[in-house]
């Protein structure tokens, strides 16, 4: 059990290349962890201040959401455990995570204390309008008046980033010698992480999100969703026997298969989050594309092959540019610097075009799968925007991030490079917001428990 306190944190996501194709386990993608996080801060009763000698009980805050709680009973019947929240509030996130670690622990109900987990998550993650900047010396966080599920989130991927982080808190728990920085134990939080954000919401997506928030930016390539798929289903008061050694051996005794390189963006770029404001519906698209697909193969898949020859040659380029740095410094800085200061012949050094022109490839036949398949994956508002973006100084490559839509736009820029300035009074980019984000090399790490208290 925890002694005394231990907190954690989880990065968010954006994946540049491999949208749509890396729900098949043949192609891979490219995801950066990205600077804002997701947080939590366990502690325990003592076995003589639980609420119920006979009960254990899991209270979550999330105070910067109307001071947000949810106080789960961790009802113990026939030899499992079934999580119920005594108000009847709802979070599915957090029911899961919780169903799922304590059905793999399977901790004796009376040697275990009460729990209580705090979460926080950073600014990106969530519109900062209507909301109050509460701080302390290392730390601030945005303090919404409006309850979680009311205040429009903007793609980091919230929900991997909580179950990531509340599953970390909660084998901290049950393991006291849990330590983030070993492979073994970071692959039992991403599988336990990866069943429960799956059951939570209903359906089985690629993963990466889950992915990046444990392992930090990588190249991934998903799990077969069977893993998930074939576990028993269960249901309140079943015996979950088969469930628990079924889990049991999926997070311990599988080969989930995954790719999972760990990567990091070229010195001297850096990734900007451009925010479009306007919401995209990622199962609609997913389906519409699927539909797509399987009405127009073979065809279908000769325009998935050209992008997955895209995204593979992004992700190569961009490795060798990483290559060239470390090979020769001085040559790469110099490269580097005539993105600003030569911006109109990037065209001319092959090292830029070559990332260029797959993005471009990448681009151009998600255009088709667009005016096809009615999922707007680049509408043309997006192209004209991304456009205009390749032409401002710094910028070497653009796309429309994850599944696309209207919501958002990534750039590779240089890190000197001020797009707010640089945009700043031109009607052209008048409904973007650039966001103050950067890649996070790192999955989940421990932090200090100390840095999450007194805001004011
Ligand atoms: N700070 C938080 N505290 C409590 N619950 C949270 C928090 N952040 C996210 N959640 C849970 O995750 C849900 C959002 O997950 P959902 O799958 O709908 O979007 P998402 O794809 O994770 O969002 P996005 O990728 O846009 O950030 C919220 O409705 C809430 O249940
Ligand atoms: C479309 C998809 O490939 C990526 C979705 O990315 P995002 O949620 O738009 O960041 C779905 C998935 O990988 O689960």
């Known amino acids: 059990m925890v ?9 968010g996501k954006a994946m540049l290349a491999g949208g749509y194709l890396v729900l098949d386990p043949k192609y891979i993608s490219y995801v950066i962890a990205l600077s804002s996080r997701m947080h939590s801060v366990v502690n325990t009763t003592s076995l003589e201040d639980k609420v119920d000698a006979n009960k254990i009980h899991v209270t979550v805050s999330s105070s910067q959401f109307n001071n947000d709680q949810w106080v789960f009973d961790m009802k113990y019947l026939n030899g499992g455990f079934f999580p119920e929240e005594v108000n009847g509030l709802k979070n599915p996130f957090l029911k899961m995570a919780l169903f799922n670690v304590f059905n793999y622990f399977k901790p004796t109900l009376s040697a275990t204390p009460d729990i209580n987990i705090e979460i926080f998550s950073d600014a990106g993650y969530h519109s900062q309008n209507d909301s109050d900047i509460k701080r302390n010396q290392f730390k601030h966080f945005n303090f919404h008046k409006n309850t979680i599920t009311e205040v429009p989130k903007t793609g980091l991927g919230s929900s991997a980033g909580l179950v990531t982080v509340v599953t970390t808190a909660l084998i901290s728990v049950f393991n006291n010698s849990l330590d983030v920085t070993s492979a073994k134990d970071l692959n039992q939080i991403h599988n336990l992480t990866q069943v429960a954000h799956c059951q939570a919401q209903g359906k089985v997506g690629s993963g990466f999100d889950v992915a990046a928030a444990t392992y930090g930016s990588i190249v991934y ?26 889990l049991t051996k999926l997070v311990d005794n599988t080969d989930w298969g995954i790719k999972n390189d760990v990567i990091r963006l070229p010195h001297g770029l850096r990734l900007i989050m451009g925010d479009v404001n306007s919401g995209s519906e990622t199962p609609k698209l997913v389906a519409k594309v699927k539909q797509w697909y399987e009405s127009n193969l073979p065809r279908s898949l000769e325009i998935y092959t050209k992008i997955d020859e895209g995204n593979r040659n992004f992700i190569k380029f961009i490795t060798e540019l990483n290559e060239l740095h470390d090979n020769d410094e001085t040559k790469y800085k110099a490269l580097i610097k005539t993105l600003e200061t030569d911006h109109e012949n990037v065209m001319s050094h092959p090292e830029f075009a070559n990332i260029k022109n797959a993005v471009s490839v990448i681009r151009e ?23 205009k973006c390749l032409t401002l100084k710094g910028v070497l490559t653009g796309m429309v991030p994850g599944a696309g839509g209207y919501d958002a736009i990534s750039l590779l820029t240089t890190v000197d490079t001020d797009l707010k300035k640089q945009t700043y009074g031109n009607l052209e980019f008048q409904n973007v917001t650039w966001l103050d984000l950067e890649q996070a090399d790192v999955g989940v790490v421990e932090e200090n428990p100390e840095h999450y208290k007194n805001f004011i």
């Open 365 to 387: 036949n998600f255009r088709l799968i667009t005016k096809e398949s009615g999922a707007d994956i680049e509408p043309e508002v997006q192209t004209q925007l991304l456009d």
């Open 221 to 246: 390539r998903r799990f077969v969703q069977e893993l998930i798929t074939n576990l028993p289903e269960t249901f309140q008061g079943d015996d979950l026997k088969d469930y628990q050694e079924a």
């Open 3 to 11: 002694n005394g306190s231990k907190a954690f944190s989880a990065p």
